[in-house]
């Protein structure tokens, strides 16, 4: 079945360093999407990439879409303690429902 | 966006019992939703797709006789986990997509299942 791998699955940063998530697909997708969940929470859109290639930023946060619709990456300038959470990519399948395959998680702890 | 609500919030029961989880499309028709179900410190999986008015179609290895997914209307959908044993305690998590491929997907706050 499709995969979604995420890595690295946990990162811990002292507040000001910068944190990148990485996330690949076993198959192309038609989208892409980045969600941040907090212990105890629901999963929260950040934001959705349609486009190969295509690189999107919400102030301290980077996101990027490949060429080849397989991979993304998320990246946080200098982050603050209240960038803690975990972080998912979810990739839109080429399929059926188009559904939606959420990714491993990255967890990312920030100390002050 | 779009606002989903779940109920109940959180539910203990005991094992055996019946537990019915309510996912309702409050401002849009939803003609498609997704169950989710996470296990703590992991990702979402996907169980089951369901369309409006038609049979939800299963993930492998989802026991479509143990969690009933009933999607009567644009705005309701439900999962009834049948026969609730300790191992489906989860957080059980419905999503709704709308007529576009390139509509986001909004999830709803979630259902904390504790089977005793």
């Known amino acids: 079945g499709q995969q979604v791998m995420q890595i690295p699955q946990y990162q811990h940063v002292q507040e000001g360093e910068d944190f990148t998530t990485y996330c690949n697909s076993s198959?192309?997708?038609?989208?892409i999407q980045w969600y941040k969940q907090r212990p105890g929470g629901h999963p929260v859109f950040l934001i959705q990439?349609?486009?190969?290639?295509e690189v999107k930023k919400q102030k301290r946060l980077t996101f990027q879409f490949g060429e080849a619709k397989k991979n993304s990456s998320l990246h946080i300038t200098a982050t603050q303690t209240t960038d803690v959470g975990t972080y998912f990519c979810?990739?839109?399948?080429?399929?059926?429902?188009?559904?939606?395959?959420f990714g491993t998680g990255t967890r990312l702890l920030v100390s002050p | 966006g779009a606002v989903v609500s779940q109920h109940p919030s959180r539910v203990i029961c005991k094992s055996g019992t019946s537990v019915k989880i309510e996912c309702r499309s409050l401002?849009?028709?939803?003609?498609?939703m997704f169950w989710y179900r996470q296990f703590p410190k992991q990702s979402l999986m996907l169980m089951a797709t369901?369309?409006?008015?038609?049979?939800?179609?299963?993930e492998q290895g989802v026991e479509k006789d143990k969690f009933l997914i009933n999607h009567a209307s644009l705005t309701l959908s439900t999962l009834t986990v049948t026969s609730a044993h300790p191992e489906d305690s989860s957080f059980y998590i419905c999503?709704?997509?709308?007529?576009?491929?390139?509509?986001?997907?909004?999830f709803g706050p979630g259902t904390r299942l504790t089977v005793l």
């Open positions: 198959t192309t997708l038609s989208n």
């Open positions: 990439l349609v486009k190969s290639g």
């Open positions: 369901s369309n409006e008015g038609s049979k939800a179609t299963y």
């Open positions: 401002d849009f028709q939803a003609t498609t």
């Open positions: 979810a990739g839109r399948m080429n399929t059926g429902f188009q559904k939606l395959v």
């Open positions: 999503s709704t997509l709308g007529l576009s491929v390139s509509d986001t997907q909004y």
